[in-house]
Structure formats: structure tokens, C-alpha cells
């Protein structure tokens, strides 16, 4: 049992910590309002994250592969991350430093990181997979109270990448220039582009 945690740890931790569309999101709305965004942002994707842990582990995820489902999420996954983009690079262009759009930032971010993560298209494939990867390590059909123990796990790294992803970008945004928080919000609309093309041309 101690093996499957520490397995599904590791992977919380790799899976959360990643670069990709929620880290950029996180960064974007960090730099501009502080730790509570950037927080909510990273536990709105966990929520999305544990549905998708349910998905993976229960075996829906080759629901998930139909063609009938996966094209019409991913379109939406592409368009979602081309709108975060273009948001991006407003923000490099004329960053806002009115603290009157905090609150709306706040609440808007918690439902921002749960749209990224439910939408996101690699969520099918790397969900599928760690199901497959948890029987491999008990070698055997896993039992309710290993998929428990595995699910536990991922969950408790899950849980503290929110906390160190959102503290990170917090102080980046307390000990870098104006200039660098511009430059950061460009690179993450760029990043969001890429990730939207890759995602399309998964589709293709």
C-alpha cells in the first residue's frame, strides 16, 4: 500500500508541477493580483483533476476515446486556450494594476483552472494510462482499497502543487520588475498558442 502512495504521490506531483495551461493561467493571473488568484486558479483545476482521477480509475477513460466525445472537447480545450491567450497578451501590452479587478479575478480564476482541466485533452490520455500503470504496480486487478490508497495519494500532491505553484508565482510577482511580469505574460500566451495548436492538431 505504502508503494501505491508513493507512486500516485509521484505522479501528483510530476502531473501538477508540469508546465502547461494551467501553470500559465496561474502565472498570468499571480502576477497580476497575488497569491489568492493563483491559488484559486490551481484548486479550480484540482476539482477537474479529481474528476478526471475518478474517470481514469473507474475505467470511463475509454469512453473518452470515442471519437464522437473526444473532438468536440477538444475543439472546445483549443478555443478556451486561444481566448486565455489573447487574455495573455493583453496583459503583456497594457498590464492592469487596478486592484478594483482583483475580486472579479478571484472568483472568475476558480472557475478558469476547473474549465482547463476538465477540458484538456491530455487529461484522457494520461488518466487512461494511470489506470493501466496502477494494476502493473499491484500486479493484479487493483482492489477498492488500493484504488483508494492510489487516488488518496495523487489527491495529497495535487493539493500541495496548489499551495507551491500559487506561493511561487506569488513572490515572483513581489521580487520581479513590471518589465519581467510583461515579458512572462507574453511567453505564457504564447505557450497557451502552442498548447491550442497541439491541441487541434490532435484531432487531425
Not at 472557475?111 to 488518466?127: E, H
Amino acid at each position: 500500500m505504502l508503494a501505491v502512495f508513493l507512486s500516485a504521490l509521484l505522479s501528483g506531483f510530476v502531473f501538477c508541477l508540469s508546465p502547461g495551461a494551467v501553470l500559465a493561467e496561474t502565472l498570468r493571473r499571480g502576477l497580476l493580483h497575488g497569491f489568492r488568484p493563483a491559488l484559486l486558479v490551481q484548486i479550480g483545476s484540482l476539482l477537474g483533476d479529481a474528476l478526471w482521477a475518478v474517470i481514469g480509475l473507474t475505467g470511463l477513460a475509454l469512453l473518452l476515446t470515442l471519437d464522437a466525445v473526444r473532438v468536440p472537447l477538444t475543439f472546445v480545450c483549443a478555443a478556451y486556450l486561444a481566448w486565455l491567450a489573447f487574455r495573455s497578451f493583453q496583459d503583456a501590452w497594457s498590464p492592469s494594476a487596478d486592484e478594483s479587478a482583483a475580486a472579479p479575478q478571484a472568483r472568475n480564476a476558480l472557475l478558469a483552472g476547473a474549465a482547463l482541466s476538465i477540458t484538456n485533452p491530455k487529461n484522457i490520455v494520461f488518466w487512461g494510462a494511470l489506470g493501466s500503470a496502477l494494476a502493473g504496480i499491484v500486479g493484479d486487478s487493483p482492489t477498492f482499497t488500493q484504488t483508494t490508497m492510489f487516488f488518496a495519494g495523487f489527491m495529497t500532491a495535487a493539493v500541495l502543487s496548489c499551495f507551491i505553484s500559487a506561493a511561487l508565482v506569488d513572490w515572483l510577482r513581489r521580487a520581479s520588475s513590471p518589465t519581467w511580469h510583461r515579458v512572462s505574460h507574453g511567453l505564457c500566451g504564447a505557450l497557451l498558442l502552442v498548447l491550442a495548436a497541439i491541441a487541434l492538431k490532435g484531432v487531425w
